[in-house]
């Protein structure tokens, strides 16, 4: 029975990251379709701009069915990956309906877990200025830079994540912060916007 359960996990798995156009890797665990989201391609080749790049290590789980958390989901995982653009997951990541906006670069490191509901934005999305964000162009204007959050990390559900934060290893973020800064390794921090708590102590 255990045989035949590993063996539907995979097929299942397989199948869900080919009808969301994820890209499937052997161990991988892909409970509920997610959504990938790229420019068109007309769009891309009128351009002259290359397809984002989603890079995944050995082991990931994605959880996108509202059955398969005990927190609940609001949402399938939604990775939006523009031109020239690299989402890159370590080994053994797991990550449940939350949303990854990646003009630019979000690197996840080894171990990592990233709770239900969470935003990781590399960007503004939009500019600051009302008369920039009017015009048609206006991600021109648009501020971006990259996110890196080290191994062993834990993102407790409901958390926002700015562009240009970098997250220390082994650090913990409180459920439903706001992170607009870095954080040091092994590290406590919560609140909007997230502040330190404590160290953890290995």
């Given at each position: 029975m255990n045989t035949l359960y590993k063996l539907y996990v995979r097929l299942?798995?397989?199948?869900?990251?080919?009808?969301?156009?994820?890209?499937y890797k052997e161990g991988m665990v892909m409970d509920g379709r997610c959504y990938v989201w790229q420019p068109h391609w007309l769009l891309r080749l009128l351009r002259g701009q290359r397809r984002g790049t989603i890079l995944v290590g050995r082991?990931?789980?994605c959880i996108n069915r509202f059955s398969s958390n005990l927190v609940g989901l609001i949402?399938?995982?939604?990775?939006?990956?523009?031109p020239k653009a690299t989402?890159?997951?370590?080994?053994?990541?797991?990550?449940?309906?939350?949303?990854?906006?990646?003009s630019e670069r979000i690197t996840i490191g080894n171990r990592t877990i990233i709770g239900s509901g969470c935003l990781l934005l590399d960007t503004d999305e939009h500019p600051l200025s009302a008369h920039e964000r009017q015009v048609p162009d206006y991600y021109n204007y648009t501020k971006s830079r990259?996110?890196?959050?080290?191994?062993?990390?834990?993102?407790?559900?409901?958390?926002?994540v700015t562009k240009g934060v970098t997250i220390?290893?082994?650090?913990?973020?409180?459920?439903?912060?706001?992170?607009?800064?870095?954080?040091?390794?092994n590290t406590i921090v919560a609140g909007n916007p997230a502040r330190i708590i404590k160290e953890i102590n290995n």
């Open positions: 299942n798995s397989r199948y869900n990251a080919l009808r969301s156009g994820f890209p082991h990931f789980t949402q399938p995982s939604l990775f939006t990956v523009f989402i890159s997951i370590g080994d053994h990541v797991g990550i449940s309906g939350s949303t990854l906006r990646c990259p996110i890196i959050i080290g191994d062993d990390v834990f993102i407790g559900a409901r958390c926002i220390g290893n082994g650090s913990v973020i409180g459920a439903g912060s706001v992170v607009t800064h870095d954080v040091p390794p």
